[in-house]
């Protein structure tokens, strides 16, 4: 394509918070006109073809307390690549709140080191596939000292047959990170025949005194959650929007921005709008 017809941009962000700091940082990004819909998948057309690759960079002092919410509703054509790398002082507090919605084409590559003891690191997030969209997440968390935390929930929702949903998901307990406490979880939802999800969470543990969990679940709505909806007589299409949108809320309520929250709900349901989510039969699944 032409340069009339594709743009690219290499936004870095560089965050230094000091020592017993607090903040809060905010990243959103999407199409600067609204999209059209997509018509078939393999081209994306609509909504503008443009690419972004993008580092944020983190470094918290000593009992910094740093909040970071990341949100993705890039046009339908767009392919979006970036890293999210966070270094943690003793004491500090790191949370991360993704949701990705948007583009043919997604990756986030996240890597976050614990430099201290008493460390806490959360990461949530959150991402729907739709028609012929990809969103690739790579997670990295090191812990190397005592009395460590960290929590992650990843959740991904395939939602027509040529979506996908990637997550490799890596923490790794160190032999001076005793008594840590750490839990992983995947959930996948998918919704129609043929939705693909590739997921390999990985919990390493070199540590032995340690709480540390993890697990991964891939599968379609749940039949007695579908019967519950039914014998209150709601219709089996409207049960499972309400149940998948329920899905992702679990995550998106800790953007902690109402109109940040309703835009991604919006941009949810009308991915949803656009598949057959009526289906019974769910995809595949690589793990």
Known sequence: RGAAQLSGSAPRLLLVAGDDSACELVEEFCAAVAPAPAPAAAGRAGGGHYFVCGVSELLL?????????YVQRDGPGAVHMRSTLVAQGAGSSYALTEARVGGALSR??????????????????????????????????????????AQQLHKCIVAHATGRGVFDGNVKVNKAAQQTDAKQLSRNLLLVPRATVNVKPNLQIIADDVKCTHGCTVSDLRDEELFYFRTRGIDAETARRALVVSFGAEVMQHLGHAALLKRMQGAVSETLLQADIGAVDGGTVDA
């Not at 002092?61 to 919410?69: F, I, Q, S």
């Not at 959360?122 to 009395?147: S, W, Y």
Request: net charge negative; charged share 25%; glycine share 10%.
């Open 108 to 149: 986030h590559d996240v890597a976050v080191a614990q430099l201290g003891a008493e460390t806490h690191s959360a990461m949530r997030h959150f991402v729907i596939a739709g028609e012929g969209q990809l969103h690739d997440l790579h997670t990295k968390l090191t812990l190397n000292h005592p009395r460590g935390e």
């Open 61 to 69: 002092g000593e009992r910094a307390d740093v909040r970071h919410a």
